[in-house]
């Protein structure tokens, strides 16, 4: 039987897109001044987080310096800091810092992913690599099914990107609803299983952090109630 660690070791050998994997090959060799001293990841991210979480979390696609980095989706860049103190500080995380793979991180009943498993350049991924990535997000998110009941969905990008995934297993509306912050989306099953409820959120971009379009306090709002619907999470 296919697990998600299954998936995740299937995952990090892909090669479908050449010009994702140029480029994360090409960051892996010329490096960020900063790291000159560490060895890239460089190859396609997978998940991370438990196999049975009722939550997930989707962003866009690992960063080329973060993600590429240290092969863990959101640790070791801005956009990870701010994600991962807003996890900590609503009970989500174990700690709220993210800087390498066996640095001490657990995610308490979250599981973080992406439509796109490779950095792509300017973090703009075509519509062509979106779609050649898109059977990896089916497949994980078909091997969550029996315990996911919510996903964070972080920026517009992963919204468009995710609602047609979700149709193996979930009724999708049409036309799709638009992407509107701090929101819920709530889709019947398909396929006699639970409901799933969306949430999306501003992404964690360095742009939308320090412009103030998504503060610290906005972002924990939508994790909080995330996590209170998914029952992760104690009403208070």
């Not at 964690?204 to 906005?218: D, E």
């Not at 109630?225 to 998914?230: E, V």
Request: hydrophobic share 40%; proline share 8%.
């Amino acid at each position: 039987m296919t697990t998600l660690a299954d998936l995740d070791s299937r995952v990090v050998n892909c090669r479908a897109c050449p010009r994702l994997v140029a480029w994360r090959e090409d960051v892996g060799v010329v490096k960020r001044a900063a790291f000159r001293d560490q060895d890239y990841w460089a190859r396609p991210v997978p998940g991370f987080g438990p196999a049975d979480a009722p939550l997930a979390v989707i962003g866009l696609a690992p960063a080329a310096h973060g993600a590429n980095r240290t092969g863990r989706m959101f640790t070791g860049d801005r956009s990870g800091e701010v994600l991962f103190a807003a996890l900590h500080a609503v009970g989500l995380a174990s700690q709220p810092t993210a800087t390498h793979i066996g640095d001490g991180l657990e995610l308490r009943g979250v599981r973080m992913t992406a439509p796109v498993k490779c950095a792509p350049p300017q973090n703009k991924p075509t519509p062509g690599e979106r779609d050649n990535c898109r059977s990896w997000l089916v497949e994980e998110l078909a091997l969550m099914r029996r315990t996911l009941r919510g996903i964070v969905v972080l920026g517009a990008f992963g919204w468009q990107a995710l609602l047609p995934i979700l149709k193996f297993a979930w009724s999708v509306p049409s036309p799709r609803p638009r992407f509107a912050h701090n929101t819920t989306l709530t889709l019947d099953a398909v396929d006699g299983g639970a409901p799933l409820t969306l949430f999306p959120c501003y992404h964690v971009s360095q742009r939308n952090t320090q412009t103030g379009l998504l503060t610290p306090a906005m972002l924990e709002e939508v994790l909080r109630h995330a996590g209170r619907r998914t029952g992760l999470l104690e009403d208070s």
